[in-house]
């Protein structure tokens, strides 16, 4: 027989920051029994972005607009697709 183990409590937070630190810290299995998890699906869940300005030379905005435009897309998501792409490049 397993011996069952009495979870503790999570803490209460202010902010996500305090939870974000917290979480860095701390192991979620002295809170929460993953043995009992249940998988769900969040199809509506959209990724946490933040709006930046960004100066381009115009001949640059003017050719990736123009890259955009031949594969029908927005230039804005072109320019976050390159991005990410560069990023898992290296």
Known sequence: ????????PI????????????WETHDSTVHVDW???QKVKLP??????????LRLPQHLLDSIKVAANARDVPY????????QE?????
């Open 44 to 53: 509506n869940l959209k990724p946490t972005t933040k709006t930046i300005s």
């Open 86 to 90: 560069k990023l898992h490049s290296h």
């Open 11 to 22: 803490p209460k937070f202010k902010t996500e920051a305090q939870e974000r630190a917290y």
């Open 1 to 8: 027989m397993s011996k069952q183990t009495t979870k503790e």
């Open 76 to 83: 804005q998501s072109l320019i976050k697709v390159w991005l």
């Open 35 to 37: 043995t009992k998890a």
